[in-house]
C-alpha cells in the first residue's frame, strides 16, 4: 500500500505544480488583458477631454487624479507592455495629468462640461431640478459626455478661425507696414540722389545761362550792324 500511496502524492504535487503554473498564465494573461483594455480605451478617449482620457467624473479631488494617474501609468507603462499603442496612450495619460492639475487648463475644461450640461439639459426639456439631472443615469452621462464632447471641438474650430482671422489681419498689418517702410526709402533715395546731382545740376545751369548770355550778346552785335 506504500507504494501506490507514494505515487498518489507525486501525482498530487505533480498536479498542483501543474495548477500552481496554469494559474499564474491566467494571472499573466489577465494582467495583459487589463493594459491591453486600458490602452484601447485612453487611445479612444477623447483627448480634448482630460477627464475623459483619465476616466475620472467631473470635479473629483486632486488627490484622486493623482491616484487614479499613477496607478494607470504603472499599468500600461511602455517598458511593461508590449502593446505597439502603449507609448501613445502612455503620452495621452500624461498630457491630460498635466491638464487637470493645470487651475487655468482645468478651469476652462469644467467650464466647458457645465456649458454642455446646460445645453443638454435645455434640450431635452428638464431643469436642474428635474430627478434625471439631479440623479444622471448612465444614457444621460453618455449623453452629456457627448455634448461635451461636441462643445469642446467647438470651441477648438472657434480658436481656430479666431487665430487665423488674426493672422490674415497681422499679414495685412504687416504688408502695409512694408509698403510704407518701403516708400519711405524710395523717399530717401530720391533725396540722397537729389543732393548727389546738385552740383551736376548747377553747373548745367551755369553752362545753360552762359550759352544763353552768349547767344544774346551775338544777336545784339548782329542788330547793330544790320541798322
Known amino acids: 500500500m506504500a507504494a501506490p500511496e507514494k505515487n498518489l502524492d507525486k501525482l498530487r504535487a505533480e498536479q498542483e505544480k501543474d495548477d ?123 449623453e452629456w459626455k457627448d455634448k461635451t464632447k461636441w462643445v469642446l471641438a467647438d470651441m477648438e474650430d472657434r480658436r481656430k478661425r479666431q487665430m487665423k482671422a488674426q493672422m490674415q489681419e497681422e499679414g495685412r498689418q504687416q504688408r502695409k507696414d512694408e509698403e510704407e517702410a518701403n516708400e519711405r526709402k524710395r523717399k530717401r533715395e530720391a533725396e540722397v540722389n537729389w543732393e548727389k546731382t546738385r552740383d551736376q545740376r548747377i553747373d548745367s545751369w551755369r553752362d545753360f545761362s552762359k550759352k544763353k548770355e552768349g547767344d544774346g550778346k551775338a544777336k545784339k552785335k548782329k542788330m547793330k550792324t544790320l541798322g
Not at 48 to 54: C, F, G, Q, S
Open 20 to 142: 500552481s503554473d496554469i494559474l499564474a498564465d491566467l494571472d499573466k494573461e489577465s494582467k495583459e488583458f487589463d493594459k491591453d483594455s486600458e490602452i484601447d480605451r485612453i487611445v479612444k478617449a477623447f483627448r480634448a477631454n482630460a477627464y475623459d482620457v483619465l476616466d475620472l467624473t467631473p470635479g473629483v479631488p486632486e488627490d484622486d487624479i493623482k491616484k487614479t494617474y499613477r496607478k494607470k501609468s504603472l499599468l500600461i507603462h511602455p517598458d511593461k507592455s508590449t502593446n505597439p499603442n502603449a507609448s501613445d496612450a502612455f503620452d495621452r495619460l500624461a498630457i491630460a495629468y498635466q491638464t487637470l492639475l493645470d487651475e487655468k487648463k482645468r478651469a476652462h475644461l469644467d467650464e466647458a462640461i457645465g456649458d454642455a450640461r446646460m445645453l443638454l439639459i435645455r434640450e431635452k426639456k428638464l431643469t436642474i431640478d428635474s430627478e434625471e439631472v439631479k440623479d444622471p443615469d448612465v444614457k444621460f452621462m453618455k
